[in-house]
């Protein structure tokens, strides 16, 4: 079993940056990929941003491309997701995934979600 845990939500201006960590305890989660979903008012769960067990592979929806960053640090069984020029739009609870039962990192199904950390960008 594999427990995450997210920090770092909270209320920012638009344009203003945010950086939310997901820690991971339990089994050995450096093996596994690891993902980053968002859902905002009245909206669906949707990809926000992902990277493979080593870190070097890194995926993100076009919302988010050029602003977001993802990383992990596995020795500290961490993955941080930094938030940069954020809009209003941006506004959701964010969760934190392990995981995927696919090879597709983008499809919202893994097996292993944290209870999610508000981001609330204000205009």
């Known amino acids: 079993q594999v427990q995450l845990v997210e920090s770092g939500g909270g209320l920012v201006q638009a344009g203003g940056s945010l950086r939310l960590s997901c820690a991971a305890s339990?089994?050995?989660?450096?093996?596994?990929?690891m993902g980053w979903f968002r859902q905002g008012p009245g909206k669906e769960r949707e990809f926000v941003a992902a990277i493979n067990w080593s870190g070097g592979d890194t995926y993100y929806s076009n919302y988010v491309k050029g602003r977001f960053t993802i990383s992990r640090v596995n020795g500290k069984n961490t993955v941080f997701l930094q938030m940069n020029s954020l809009k209003p739009e941006d506004t959701a609870v964010y969760y934190c995934a392990a995981d995927p039962r696919y090879s597709d990192y983008q499809r919202n199904d893994y097996n292993y979600w944290g209870q999610g950390t508000q981001v609330t960008v204000s205009s």
């Open positions: 339990g089994r050995t989660v450096r093996i596994y990929a």
